[in-house]
């Protein structure tokens, strides 16, 4: 956990106080390459666990709990904090079905307005980053599952690696599947939004 | 859908390679602490990328308190939505397997 916090921390302070042009210019491709090579790990854990398809069979269809679990929190949460923010109900929804997923909500509601476009980035950026550092927690009180939700769309991919090492690999392959659902989920929900509540 | 296909692809490869023993034992024996050393230097990556980038740190300073406040209640609303659907799972599954029982 500790080593998860100095790790971002670091990151940001370095990016922000000493540019490196080097870095800067190849951030994305270190991050893609990275992410490759954690997942390639990911697999192998798969792969090295026995019992993990017979796990994963009792399962059967509650797997779909989770995803639907993460769709109904974040629109309640969003709907409630659009109360709390004064920021428009509409808009506070068409936010949270981001779920995480920052450059497609920031993209599709920027073309509303900037500000909502910057609204939605920062908060699906800072979502990310408060899942990166709660899912250790979440994991150990909560529940395995439980975690796999904060992360949203995102599941599947950059937070993969920290949700395989705070639970189970039988949990992460649950993990990449709601990533998936929820990924595909993502950009009809924002749209749904913007259609239902006239925002376009 | 590229990077989807591109993700199941590496799983699928990660866990093959390991069945078909194609890993040697002391890569075996260290994936978690290799998965530890990639994590946190992907970790920083993202940090860097977060800290170059000016739209963030700009917008952090006018809509940081709005932007946390739905980061926030969306966490924690997801955790509770779904510690809820598999509590009232677990019921109806313990009750249909008492029924099928009796």
Known sequence: MLGIIISIISGGLLGYFFQNDYLTKNSDSLVSGGLCLLLLFVGMDIGNNQSLFSKLSKFGKKIWLLPIGTIIGSFLGGYI???????????????????????????ELSKISAELGSL????NVIREVLAILTIPLVAKY??????????GATSMDTLLP???????????????FSGITLSTAVPFLVTAAITFFHLG | MRQIILYVFILILGATLVKKNLIPSFIKKRLSILQTIS???????????IGINETIIRN??????QASIFAILTCIFSVLITFILFKISKIFFEKSTVKKRG
Not at chain 1, 83 to 100: D, F, P, Q, R
Not at chain 1, 120 to 123: D, G, I, V
């Open chain 1, 81 to 107: 904090a659009s109360y709390i923010t004064k920021v428009h109900l509409g808009e506070g929804i068409a936010i949270s079905m981001g779920l995480g997923w920052y450059s497609l909500s920031a993209i």
């Open chain 1, 120 to 123: 939605a980035f920062l908060t």
């Open chain 1, 142 to 151: 909560i529940g395995h599952l439980e975690s796999v939700s904060v992360a």
């Open chain 1, 162 to 176: 920290i949700i395989n090492k705070s639970t189970s690999p039988d949990v992460a392959v649950i993990a990449f």
């Open chain 2, 39 to 49: 994590l946190f230097i992907l970790l920083g990556t993202m940090g860097y990328k």
């Open chain 2, 60 to 65: 952090f300073k006018n809509i940081g308190f």
